[in-house]
Structure formats: C-alpha cells, structure tokens
C-alpha cells in the first residue's frame, strides 16, 4: 500500500550539512502534517521536527536553530535541513505522516 519514502541520509564531518526528503509512495497524496523522528541504536524513536495541519513548524530540543523544515510547491514532499550536525545527531531519520504506513528511514551519521 501507500507507504512513507525517507532519503537525503549519507555521512558527513561534525559542522556539515544534509537535507532529508519525505514523500508518499508514487506521490500519491499531500503530506498537510508529519513529524520527523530520530532513532538511535538501541533507542526508541525520539521526534526532532513537527509540522502541524497549521502549516506552522516546531522544533524539540538541539534541533532549534539548526534544522529547517520546509515543502515543495505541491506539498508532495517536505524537507527537512540539517546544519552544524553533531555526533549526536547520528541515527535513523523517520517520517510519520498521520495515516501512512512507516517507511524503513534513512541513516545519518556524523563522525571525525
């Protein structure tokens, strides 16, 4: 069925930059309100970057003033930049789109 498609994710030096993209399955539907969460090894999912059926962003904890959500013209796929990462940055970056099936995420790691 309709499934979450996550990309962007690579490996990158502490202080660099990569923007994660997710969109539908074929571009099937608009994406009106998602949350993008973080899964470390052996952790569980913790949420970064939260877009409301408002329009409006939030951010939670270190990714205030360093990540940037932002959508295409027709809303088929949101972005999310991510600037000054940091070690601990380093996870699997997931999409939820509110009725939507998971995707499998796309890994981001920072490293010296």
């Known amino acids: 069925q309709v499934r979450v498609m996550e990309s962007g994710g690579g490996s990158v030096q502490p202080g660099g930059s990569l923007t994660l993209s997710c969109t539908t399955s074929g571009s099937t539907r608009t994406i009106d309100a998602m949350v993008w969460y973080r899964q470390s090894a052996g952790e569980a999912r913790d949420p970064v970057a939260v877009l409301t059926l408002e329009g409006s962003t939030e951010y939670l904890g270190s990714a205030k003033g360093r990540f940037t959500l932002s959508r295409d013209g027709a809303k088929s796929t949101v972005y999310l930049r991510m600037d000054h990462l940091m070690p601990e940055d380093t996870g699997v970056y997931l999409c939820?789109?509110?009725?939507?099936?998971w995707g499998q995420g796309t890994q981001v790691t920072v490293s010296s």
């Open positions: 939820k789109v509110p009725g939507i099936t």
